[in-house]
């Protein structure tokens, strides 16, 4: 069998064929890609179950609203496992500490607040202490936010264990003038599968109200979510059944922007108060009715007897 060779014509109308066929299946794939690409952000950028209405932060943050008040820039850092690492997050962006930088800004105008993020997967708040000299206290932080006792719970360490480690880091950054607000567990199948679960959550109550560091109840946030999704907040978590995904991050560093903007307002509001108060009473005077000054009444004295000789 011999092969019949094409006239030149024809191979150059071939060539451009394959060519435009090549193109044609890039515009398509390209589109394809954008559209995948639009339907990714359309979830990322789904509502969030509570919108940031609900309200899970125990506690005060004075030096945050002080800063917010002043309009010095504020330092806030993270510390934590994974949850705070940002594993089960497509990139670090859209881990909760980056999520939660940009959304304080939004909700603060012309406010420099920064969020420096040093959670390590895997750790317990005995490492996590060992780090706060290294890792927290050289960036002069406002506010320290402090995730822990997933890993300790799955790993069954002694609840005496993480509380002695927290309440010795606790007074270190207060000392060190920080203030403080602790994260508890999520809430995750892995999770509430241990049996300690609800003791790590009571310690966390404990450290906060014995302390007063401020407490971000993370495992009621995310199980009112759960009450509201039913099925849909598989969404919330990745694959394992433990970490969480681009989503319940954005949802949470929403819900702590926002109940941080709450709190930050009512101190704010409670400073005024007192001012006003205060100025008042500096201002204000006890006027007593001014009596009349009396007139001294005349002393009368006796007359001499008749005929007394008189005083030289």
């Not at 490492?127 to 890792?135: E, F, K, N, S, V």
């Not at 059944?241 to 709450?262: E, F, I, K, P, W």
Request: hydrophobic share 40%.
């Amino acid at each position: 069998m011999t092969d019949t060779l094409s006239p030149p014509g024809s191979i150059r109308f071939l060539r451009l064929d394959l060519r435009l066929r090549e193109v044609g299946a890039a515009l398509v794939l390209a589109a394809a890609c954008a559209g995948s690409a639009g339907t990714a952000s359309a979830a990322r950028l789904a509502p969030c179950p509570d919108a940031g209405k609900a309200s899970y932060l125990q506690g005060e943050v004075p030096r945050f609203a002080a800063g917010l008040s002043q309009g010095r820039r504020l330092k806030i850092v993270t510390i934590g496992s994974s949850s705070t690492a940002g594993a089960g997050a497509s990139s670090p962006d859209n881990s909760y500490p980056s999520q939660l930088e940009d959304d304080l800004e939004r909700r603060f105008p012309g406010h420099d607040i920064d969020v420096v993020n040093v959670g390590v997967n895997g750790q317990e708040a005995p490492d996590m202490l060992a780090r706060l000299d290294t890792d927290v206290l050289p960036h002069s932080p406002d506010l320290v936010i402090w995730q822990f006792g997933s890993n300790g719970l799955m790993r069954g360490r002694p609840l005496a264990e993480m509380e002695t480690a927290a309440r010795i880091g606790i007074e270190r950054l207060k000392q060190a003038g920080a203030e403080v607000m602790l994260m508890d567990l999520q809430h995750a199948p892995r999770i509430d599968g241990v049996p300690g679960r609800d003791d790590v959550l009571r310690m966390m109550e404990r450290l906060s109200s014995s302390t007063g560091a401020s407490l971000f109840h993370r495992y009621r946030m995310m199980k009112a979510w759960a009450a509201t999704l039913g099925t849909r907040y598989a969404e919330m978590l990745s694959a394992d059944n433990l970490h969480m995904t681009d989503t319940s991050y954005r949802c949470m560093a929403d819900a702590l922007a926002g109940n941080l903007q709450v709190a930050a307002d009512q101190q704010l509001a409670a400073s005024d108060r007192n001012s006003r108060t205060g100025r008042a009473l500096a201002t204000s005077t006890i006027s007593f009715p001014l009596r009349p000054a009396r007139t001294p009444s005349p002393v009368s004295l006796p007359a001499p007897p008749a005929g007394a000789a008189s005083a030289p």
